[in-house]
């Protein structure tokens, strides 16, 4: 544990959400202790006390730091001493508990770290916004996809210009889970993400589509202006869209797609992105995400591996990188990605020096509210028949 520098102690973690049964907190305290800089030592794992102490030893947390529920996690751990006391709380959650927990943590000093969708609705997300800047904390979210090596590269080689001027993205992600209504035969996951309490105003927007939303500012840094949607219920009885396409109008000029379907047979986690420039083109998709082909007129097709000798990756790709070429990384390392530079700022923040809350290498709570408006505008216009709605918000990244 080298790189906590002045800390010299790993960060202590706390989960919420992750109980046995449940999806992706498993995935979070796996990439959370990658690198060996943080240990996960307190939780409140599920909504159901005794199953939240059940599940603790899963994750060999000790019954003394097994929580009931999130309000007496954050209770507790505050009253500890500084040294014992843990130093952030992952957020692992069905979507409508995200705010509640997020600003009951943040209010009690925690760094946070959240999954996405950032919270229910536009508002709450920009209530959270607010909160962050105040109390100072860390808070990333977590996009995942945008910890890939190759993401990464792209996007620096964008920003310095080397594919010219952005003018086109397509961003799918399309999946096939949902082509039946599992969600009324107990399947957990879907339950609560096709049920408007729980998840939101958007079904497949709201879970994938927004991945891909982020992706594709993340990776070009281009500004929305404009989106016009239809979003569409296929499976009859659904409440939430189920599959959807939006169309944006980026302030340069630029257009751009994202397409998000639970509804395509086969399709698992089929996240892609196409980025045209005046100068190149590059194409990355997140089930083979160690390769990226970039394309120009008149030259062979280039095919990127994700090599962290290589003298083709960047600096921002390769400080994403832990293996050497041709040992595929994939899920796990990306999201520990996100964690890896969100502990370099708590780090900093423990150690009282200055970090910044908007210009981050990882996803933040700007783009939650990047997210939240994304979701409500493409709601509305599908709502109004593919009507163009303003994406313009005060909190967006510049
Ligand atoms: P899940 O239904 O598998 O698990 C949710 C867990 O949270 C369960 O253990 C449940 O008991 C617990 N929980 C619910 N309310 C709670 C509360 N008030 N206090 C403590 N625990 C509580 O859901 P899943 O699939 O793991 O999704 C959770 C969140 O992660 C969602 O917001 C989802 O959008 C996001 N997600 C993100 C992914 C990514 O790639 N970044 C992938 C999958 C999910």
């Avoid at 096709?194 to 840094?221: C, E, Q, V, W």
Wanted: proline share 5%; with cysteine.
């Amino acid at each position: 544990m080298a790189t906590n520098g002045k800390l010299n102690r790993k960060l202590r973690m706390a989960l919420v959400g992750g109980g046995q049964g449940s999806f992706i907190g498993r995935v979070h305290a796996t990439a959370a202790v990658l690198d060996n800089r943080a240990a996960l030592v307190a939780g409140a794992l599920s909504s159901d006390p005794a199953k939240a102490k059940a599940s603790a030893p899963d994750y060999d947390i000790l019954p003394e730091r097994a929580y009931g529920s999130y309000a007496e996690l954050i209770e507790k751990e505050a009253a500890l001493p500084a040294d014992k006391r843990v130093d952030f709380i992952t957020i692992a959650t069905p979507n409508h508990t995200h705010f509640p927990i997020a600003k009951a943590a943040l209010s009690a000093g925690f760094n946070v770290i959240c999954d996405k969708p950032m919270t229910f609705d536009l508002k709450q997300s920009e209530e959270l916004c607010e909160l962050v800047k105040k109390s100072q904390v860390v808070f990333a979210l977590t996009h995942n996809y945008t910890g890939y090596p190759l993401v990464r590269h792209a996007r620096q080689m964008i920003l310095a210009g080397e594919l010219g001027e952005i003018q086109a993205i397509r961003s799918n992600y399309l999946q096939g889970w949902l082509r039946s209504r599992i969600e009324t035969g107990g399947q957990k996951q879907a339950a609560w993400r096709t049920d408007p309490g729980k998840s939101g105003a958007a079904g497949s927007f709201g879970d994938i589509g927004t991945h891909a939303y982020n992706l594709a500012r993340y990776m070009t840094g281009l500004i929305p202006s404009e989106v016009s949607c239809h979003l569409k219920i296929f499976e009859p009885g659904r409440q939430l869209d189920d599959y959807g396409h939006a169309v944006i109008r980026f302030e340069n000029g630029a257009l751009g797609s994202v397409t998000a379907s639970q509804i395509s047979h086969g399709r698992e986690n089929d996240l892609f992105i196409e980025i045209d420039g005046t100068k190149g083109a590059i194409a990355w998709r997140q089930e083979e995400p160690n390769v990226m082909t970039v394309r120009r007129n008149g030259q062979p097709h280039a095919l990127y591996t994700r090599d962290p000798n290589a003298p083709h990756l960047n600096e921002s790709g390769k400080a994403a990188c832990r293996l050497p070429a041709g040992h595929p990384e994939a899920f796990f390392e990306a999201f520990a990605n996100v964690y890896r530079f969100a502990y370099d700022d708590m780090v900093k923040r423990a150690s009282g020096e200055k970090f910044s809350h908007i210009d981050t290498i990882y996803p933040n709570v700007a783009d939650g509210v990047d997210g939240m408006n994304f979701i409500q505008q493409c709601v509305a216009s599908s709502h109004e028949n593919g009507k163009w709605l303003s994406l313009k918000h005060p909190a967006l990244r510049r």
